[in-house]
């Protein structure tokens, strides 16, 4: 019992990390929540200012939401790139495919049939 | 490659690596397998998401995002889950150093951000309801309200799920099995808070700006 539980403690599930001290976890915590307050920060000041080009919002607001997806990636849910984490990535990057796959193929598929639709009220004529 | 080079490395080194030491043990399994559970469930967001962003302009007359959406409110909904987040992660430290009191306080503080969250959401939906803009009212609030309130149901059952997690800890102490449980969850959470990220910037950010 007491081996299996040092096994269970010496190797690394991601969600943990290996050091048992708690200062370098404790940073890597308050790291992530600084880098996500600024993010956010700056999704929200970007959202409503009109200091930029207006047609660049949605872009920036995307790329900011992605950074941050990242920074909770890493630093909350301690995926990395480390060689014990292989398998974690692998899945997350099919997790990604698979996300954008959905995503933007119904964005495409819809905007192409709403693009070759009649207008409203033609369909309306031929229905009568 | 590895295995020729393994000798050479400190024995610390090759166990870290996990190679060659039979089947990984059961808290990588646990943390691989519930890692796999969530990137389903975010598939499954993803095609909200995906409704969502194909029926976003189909307001039926009604209002759109811009009239409805109130900044402010999404502004403190971040905060209280971003902190709560926070606290997950301080349980986490709590629970590897097997303290039974901070593990405990940095529980309910994660409890009382995530209720935060939650009536916040929930006070904004029943007054889109007493307007007459519930789910029903156009293709855009019927996907909205299902997004959104996905996401809402989720943070529920995370909650149930805290509470759960502060019992057993508290009867059964930091066991094994109980430390893979508290593990899972703390991934859960974490998801939710990822998936918030995505809906606060498609649904409140972009739909308040057109």
Same mark, same amino acid.
């Given at each position: 019992?007491?081996? $299996? ?20 976890? #404790? ?73 954008? $796959? ?10 192409? #049939? ?15 | ?45 993803? !095609? ?39 606290? !997950? ?122």
């Amino acid at each position: 019992m007491s081996d $299996l539980e040092l096994h269970d403690r010496a190797d690394v599930a991601h969600g943990d990390e290996k050091e048992g001290r708690i200062g370098p976890r #404790l940073l890597g915590y308050v790291t992530g929540l600084g880098l996500a307050i600024l993010l956010t920060a700056t999704s929200f000041f970007v959202a409503g200012t009109d200091l930029v080009w207006q047609p660049s919002i949605p872009v920036a607001l995307v790329v900011l939401a992605i950074a941050q997806m990242g920074v909770h990636l890493v630093f909350f849910l301690h995926i990395t790139t480390g060689p014990d984490n292989t398998n974690n990535v692998m899945a997350l990057a099919f997790g990604i495919l698979i996300v954008v $796959l959905v995503i933007g193929g119904s964005l495409w598929i819809m905007a192409n #049939l709403n693009h070759n639709m009649r207008p409203m009220d033609q369909i309306m004529q031929m229905q009568r | 490659m590895i295995a020729a080079a393994a000798p050479a490395r400190d024995l610390d080194h090759v166990h870290s690596l996990g190679e060659h030491l039979g089947p990984a043990p059961k808290r990588i399994v646990t943390g691989y397998g519930f890692w796999i559970f969530l990137l389903s469930d975010m598939v499954m967001f993803s !095609c909200f998401f995906a409704a969502y962003a194909v029926l976003g302009g189909q307001t039926a007359g009604g209002p759109n995002g811009a009239e409805l959406f109130n900044l402010k409110n999404v502004a403190v909904e971040t905060g209280c889950l971003l902190m709560s987040s926070f606290a !997950c992660g301080m349980a986490s430290i709590a629970a590897d150093v097997r303290n039974q009191f901070w593990f405990q306080i940095a529980m309910v503080v994660t409890c009382l951000l995530g209720l935060g969250f939650l009536s916040i959401e929930f006070h904004e939906f029943a007054d889109l309801v007493a307007r007459g803009d519930g789910p029903s009212r156009s293709a855009f609030l019927s996907a909205f309200f299902t997004l959104v309130g996905c996401h809402g149901l989720h943070v529920s059952a995370g909650i149930l799920w805290l509470l759960t997690m502060m019992a057993q800890v508290f009867a059964k102490g930091f066991r094994a099995d109980i430390q893979r449980r508290f593990l899972c969850f703390a991934l859960f959470w974490h998801a939710l808070d990822i998936i918030w990220v995505a809906v606060f910037s498609v649904v409140y950010l972009l739909g308040s700006g057109t």
